[in-house]
Structure formats: C-alpha cells, structure tokens
C-alpha cells in the first residue's frame, strides 16, 4: 500500500502542533524546528522506547549524558576537524550550494536548472564553530557536537572503572547534535540541529563480527516491535566508497519515506579507530586489561547511532492512515501505544455542569498514569475524528447514564469498538489495554 504524501504529513504535523518552524514569527529560520505539544510527547515516548530497550531492560549496557561542547581536541582526535567533510558545489549562475554527493544530474542545477555550470567541489566541514567565552579568538575555538559518539569514547575509562563493567559492554547516549548541513531539507528529516539515540558497544575484537550482525538485526527488530511495517522498512549496506572515516563496516536501517527509501539508522563497526585516536593523543591509555589473558588491548566498538527526531517522523509517517467509515473518511494514526502522544483522552457528551464534574473525577483517575487530554468542544464524533488523528488509543465518554450508572465508554481508535465500563474498573481496564508486562506496550 502506497504511504502518504510528504504533504500531507507536513501538513497533518503542523496543523495539529506536532512541529513549528522555528521563529516562525520573524519569517521562519531555514530547516530549524520547534516541537509542539504533540510532537515533544512523541518525541519523547520516541526516546524513552529506545532507552528502555537499549538500557534498561539489558544488563550489559549503562547509561551516560555528555557535555555537547567538549574540548576541540576531542574533535582533532577523532577526525571530525579534518575529515567530517562534504563536497560543496556551487551553481555558477543562481549561486546555490549543493552536495555534490546527492546531485541526482551533475549537469543541471535543482535550484535554478541551468545546466553544466558548476564551481570544483572544495571540502566543507559540518561541525558548527563558536567561541568559548568573552573574547572571540583562535585561541578559544569549540565546536558543537556533531555526534554524541566522542562523550562516551572520552568517557570509557570513567564509566568501565565506575560501573565495574567487564566486556562486552555498551554506554548508550541520546541528545542534541549538530550539522551544518549544506542540503538540509525534507523537514525535520534532514536539519542542522536534531537529536541522536546511540550506543558504542565495545567488545574483543574476535567478537566483532558477531556483534555487529546482533545489533544489526536487533536493531532493525526495534523499530518492528515498535509497529512499523516491515514493508516499510530495510537493511542497505554501505559500499567502500561511502563508509565514514571510522568505519569498516555498516548498515543502514532504511525506511521508505514518502521521497524513496533513506536512512534511519546506521549500525557500524568503528573498530578500535576512536579509542586508540584519543589515547594517542591525550596520553591516556584506553585499553582494556584482560585478566584472563593478562594482556591490554583496544576494544573494537560496534556503534548503533539512530536519530531520534527522524526516528519520530518515520513513525508518524508509519502510522498515517486514511480510511472509510460510513462513507466518511477518518484520518487514524495507528501509533503504538508507547508512542501515542496522549493515551486516553475524557469526552463529556455535554458541557452540563454536573457531567463536567464526573469528567473531573474520571480524568483525576487517569491522569497520575497517563498522558490524557480533556476535550469538551463540539460533537463528540468530531472529538473522537480529532484524537484518532493524533493518535489517541481510547476514548472514554462520559454521558448522562455515568450519573445513574457509574460507567463510561470507551472507545478504541482502531476497531472503534465501544465498551461500556465501571469507572471503578476503568484504570485496570485500560492498564490492560496500555501497558504490556513484558515490554511496556499494547497487549497483542
Ligand atoms: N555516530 C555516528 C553517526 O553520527 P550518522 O549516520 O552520521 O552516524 C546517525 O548519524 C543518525 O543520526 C542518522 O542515521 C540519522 O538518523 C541521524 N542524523 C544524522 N544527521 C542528521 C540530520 N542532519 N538531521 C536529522 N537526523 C540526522
């Protein structure tokens, strides 16, 4: 089944305040976005899906948050001042700049169509520059973290000795990183401010290879488990000419976006390439003591990076469905139930004073469980089309029988069924529904 149109996600995510432009009251700033009430509770259901996976529910993976500005020499280290480059081409006749690497005709400009006029590609480097403190000066150059990676790589010794960790192991991260990206462009696909969920796992390097096809495959199983259709989804790997500086291998998890298939995820093995670079050059010695073997040795790293506000538009891509109900089209975002923004939203079927103050006793229930709306504007079948096109799992409406009869509806978003429930019963009813025991999701 063809997904929807990139337009009509944008327009779905702006119109029901999942994502702003940025500054949007002074024009806008090019590529930069705000997450609004919806999108940040995605966003953030997102995020927290990935860390329960990646850190809590395992053993052999702890946790850390790094500074975004760290000293320039991590990033001399690790390659990114000399390498993190793209090919910046520049039309001769509009003076656009483009990436070379993703011209799909290298004869004619895609901003202006003037064929054949392009400047020589010169190196462009993606890390953002500033200066630390009052006085801008060579001498105080920073740069803002193009990847979360180098936190943790800086931070192996601290967390291996604190956290007693034996390998294999992995120190997971997720936060802002940042890119001046020369094409950034399919809304929040590709932006020059977004967040990244990763994860450096490091193991002997006699193991490498195993891990790399685990995580590969647990991986690509993440985003399954979370509801996207495997139709929608696949595994590419690089060829030699697109690996990044560090990397001898990698995947990518690639979903099928209304443009074509792109980018998710990329699962590398970055071998001992980072941590032999920093104790290089800082003079620290980061390998690994073997007891057993009683020998030292860099560990390899096999690294999952995802990012997480691509990760949330893929799945609002995912979810978005349209379909007919006596003969009515409904808008249904048939988000999991981990990453639907609100969870129940409390419908009174009037705005009488005396159902309002049920409604306030039902929501009063809820709402130290759930994210849960109230929304007591227009018909109740307009309320229900509303949540179903964010997302909402179930519905529970209030009417003049709760006063004689203690109960509600319920109504679920995707069968729209409706089942009439105690509002003494409704928590373990709906905790039934929202929460799987085993992993925090929809009871199948
Ligand atoms: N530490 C490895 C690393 O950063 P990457 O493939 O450059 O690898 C990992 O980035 C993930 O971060 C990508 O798969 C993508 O989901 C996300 N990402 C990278 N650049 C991005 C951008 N400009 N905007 C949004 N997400 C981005």
Same mark, same amino acid.
């Given at each position: 089944?063809?997904?929807?149109?990139?337009?009509?996600?944008?327009?779905?995510?702006?119109?029901?305040?999942?994502?702003?432009?940025?500054?949007?009251?002074?024009?806008?700033?090019?590529?930069?976005?705000?997450?609004?009430?919806?999108?940040?509770a995605?966003?953030?259901?997102?995020?927290?899906?990935?860390?329960?996976?990646?850190?809590?529910?395992?053993?052999?993976?702890?946790?850390?948050?790094?500074a975004?500005i760290?000293?320039?020499?991590?990033?001399?280290?690790?390659?990114?001042?000399?390498?993190?480059?793209?090919?910046?081409?520049?039309?001769?006749?509009?003076?656009?700049?483009?990436?070379?690497d993703?011209?799909?005709?290298?004869?004619?400009?895609?901003?202006?169509?003037?064929?054949?006029?392009?400047?020589e590609?010169?190196?462009?480097?993606?890390?953002?520059?500033?200066?630390?403190?009052?006085?801008?000066g060579?001498?105080?150059?920073?740069?803002?973290?193009?990847?979360?990676?180098?936190?943790?790589?800086?931070?192996?010794?601290?967390?291996?000795?604190?956290?007693?960790?034996?390998?294999?192991?992995?120190?997971?991260?997720?936060?802002?990183?940042?890119?001046?990206?020369?094409?950034p462009?399919?809304?929040?696909?590709?932006?020059?401010?977004?967040?990244?969920?990763?994860?450096?796992?490091?193991?002997?390097?006699?193991?490498? +290879?195993?891990?790399?096809?685990?995580? *590969?495959?647990?991986?690509?199983?993440?985003? %399954?488990? !979370?509801?996207? $259709?495997? /139709?929608?989804?696949?595994?590419?790997?690089?060829?030699?000419?697109?690996?990044?500086?560090?990397?001898?291998?990698?995947?990518?998890?690639?979903?099928?976006?209304?443009?074509?298939?792109?980018?998710?995820?990329?699962?590398?093995?970055?071998?001992?390439f980072?941590?032999?670079?920093?104790?290089?050059?800082?003079?620290?010695?980061?390998?690994?003591?073997?007891?057993?073997?009683?020998?030292?040795?860099?560990?390899?790293?096999?690294?999952?990076?995802?990012?997480?506000?691509?990760?949330?538009?893929?799945?609002?891509? +995912?979810?978005?469905?349209?379909?007919? *109900?006596r003969?009515?089209?409904?808008?249904? %975002?048939? !988000?999991?139930? $981990?990453? /639907?923004?609100?969870?129940?939203?409390?419908?009174?079927?009037?705005?009488?004073?005396?159902?309002?103050e049920?409604?306030e006793?039902?929501?009063?229930?809820?709402?130290?469980?759930?994210?849960?709306?109230?929304?007591?504007?227009?018909?109740?079948?307009?309320?229900?089309?509303?949540?179903?096109?964010?997302?909402?799992?179930?519905?529970?409406?209030?009417?003049?029988?709760?006063?004689?009869d203690?109960?509600?509806?319920?109504?679920?978003?995707?069968?729209?069924?409706?089942?009439?429930?105690?509002?003494?019963?409704?928590?373990?009813?709906?905790?039934?529904?929202?929460?799987?025991?085993?992993?925090?999701?929809?009871?199948?």
């Open positions: 089944m063809p997904g929807p149109g990139f337009d009509t996600i944008v327009n779905l995510a702006k119109k029901r305040g999942f994502v702003f432009q940025a500054s949007e009251i002074y024009g806008g700033l090019r590529s930069a976005y705000d997450y609004g009430p919806l999108g940040v995605l966003l953030r259901n997102v995020k927290a899906a990935w860390w329960r996976s990646m850190v809590q529910l395992r053993d052999d993976v702890v946790g850390l948050d790094s975004i760290q000293s320039p020499q991590v990033w001399e280290a690790s390659g990114h001042v000399s390498q993190f480059n793209d090919p910046l081409v520049e039309c001769a006749t509009c003076h656009a700049r483009h990436r070379l993703k011209l799909d005709d290298m004869d004619r400009c895609p901003t202006c169509g003037s064929s054949g006029t392009f400047t590609a010169r190196d462009f480097n993606l890390m953002f520059r500033t200066h630390m403190g009052p006085v801008a060579d001498g105080n150059v920073v740069y803002l973290r193009p990847e979360t990676a180098q936190g943790i790589f800086t931070n192996f010794e601290n967390v291996r000795r604190t956290s007693r960790r034996k390998l294999p192991f992995g120190i997971a991260q997720l936060g802002k990183s940042f890119r001046n990206e020369i094409t462009g399919q809304f929040v696909f590709r932006t020059r401010e977004f967040e990244q969920m990763e994860m450096e796992f490091f193991t002997h390097p006699d193991e490498a +290879d195993r891990w790399f096809d685990y995580w *590969v495959a647990e991986r690509r199983e993440w985003y %399954l488990e !979370l509801g996207m $259709r495997a /139709a929608n989804l696949r595994l590419r790997e690089h060829d030699a000419a697109e690996l990044a500086h560090y990397a001898v291998g990698t995947y990518d998890v690639e979903y099928r976006f209304p443009w074509g298939w792109d980018e998710l995820e990329g699962i590398a093995n970055r071998t001992d980072d941590l032999r670079c920093h104790s290089e050059r800082s003079g620290r010695d980061l390998r690994y003591f073997d007891q057993v073997a009683g020998r030292r040795f860099y560990p390899y790293v096999i690294e999952p990076a995802a990012g997480a506000t691509r990760a949330a538009f893929a799945f609002l891509i +995912d979810a978005y469905h349209e379909e007919v *109900v003969g009515m089209t409904r808008t249904v %975002l048939r !988000l999991d139930t $981990r990453l /639907a923004p609100i969870k129940v939203a409390v419908l009174p079927l009037s705005k009488k004073p005396r159902l309002l049920v409604t006793r039902v929501a009063s229930l809820l709402r130290p469980v759930w994210d849960i709306e109230v929304d007591v504007t227009q018909a109740i079948g307009r309320r229900y089309r509303r949540q179903d096109e964010v997302g909402t799992p179930y519905c529970v409406t209030v009417d003049f029988d709760t006063l004689d203690g109960a509600v509806t319920v109504r679920d978003r995707d069968t729209m069924v409706q089942d009439r429930i105690g509002v003494d019963s409704l928590q373990g009813y709906l905790a039934d529904r929202l929460a799987d025991p085993q992993h925090g999701g929809r009871k199948k």
